[in-house]
């Protein structure tokens, strides 16, 4: 059972355009129709964005810069930083927690205006269940003292149904987490075509204004 009804998506405004049109689409995906030639796609894909990035067509890529290299080192098991990168980039991201959310947007380059996507997360796994994730820590964050992480850290939602974290704490050798600990977040693999047909509620926020649910 998940501990929420609904989960929460934070959209750069200059994005919020395009989400209209498209739905939400992960960066490897917006760099695909940026028209930037294949080498610079993979540079981009790869690295670490130490500043929020502006696409030819305008699409805005948010920053990466809780998450050095040197820090993701210390903490990645069976991968690199650079695979970590490409590893998140593939993925659409939602909150469950709104306080989660506002750390977001006061920490990150996120444009003065943002819209927050309130979602049913039941209609978005009965469409993408197979292709949904969960997570029992911030991924996005590698500073101070970060978990352990690797391409388990992201549970399968079909796995996480049957035996919540086992998965993450056999792939990673890691202590097992307890089965109430409540997920951070719910990725979408690649994109959300559809995905203002489970939105509940939209808000716009201007600068400085926090999201109250």
Request: contains cysteine; proline residues 7%; positive net charge.
């Amino acid at each position: 059972m998940l501990p929420a009804r609904h989960v929460y998506h934070l959209a750069d405004a200059e994005n919020w355009a395009s989400i209209q049109r498209r739905g939400l689409l992960s960066a490897t995906r917006l760099l695909a129709l940026s028209g930037l030639g294949a080498d610079e796609q993979a540079r981009i894909e790869y690295s670490q964005r130490p500043a929020s990035l502006t696409l030819p067509g305008g699409a805005v890529l948010r920053d990466q810069v809780p998450m050095p290299p040197s820090a993701l080192a210390r903490c990645l098991v069976g991968m690199s930083p650079s695979e970590w990168y490409a590893l998140l980039n593939s993925k659409v991201f939602f909150w469950f927690d709104i306080e989660r959310l506002n750390r977001q947007r006061r920490a990150s380059g996120i444009s003065p205006e943002a819209v927050v996507m309130t979602i049913d997360v039941e209609r978005l796994l009965a469409a993408h269940g197979a292709r949904a994730h969960l997570s029992p820590f911030n991924t996005g964050n590698a500073r101070r003292r970060p978990a352990i992480r690797g391409r388990a850290s992201f549970v399968p939602y079909t796995a996480w149904r049957e035996s919540r974290w086992d998965s993450e704490a056999a792939a990673l050798a890691t202590r097992p987490r307890a089965a109430s600990h409540r997920p951070v977040e719910l990725t979408v693999e690649d994109a959300v075509p559809e995905a203002m047909d489970f939105v509940v509620s939209l808000r716009h926020l201007s600068r400085d204004e926090g999201f109250a649910g």
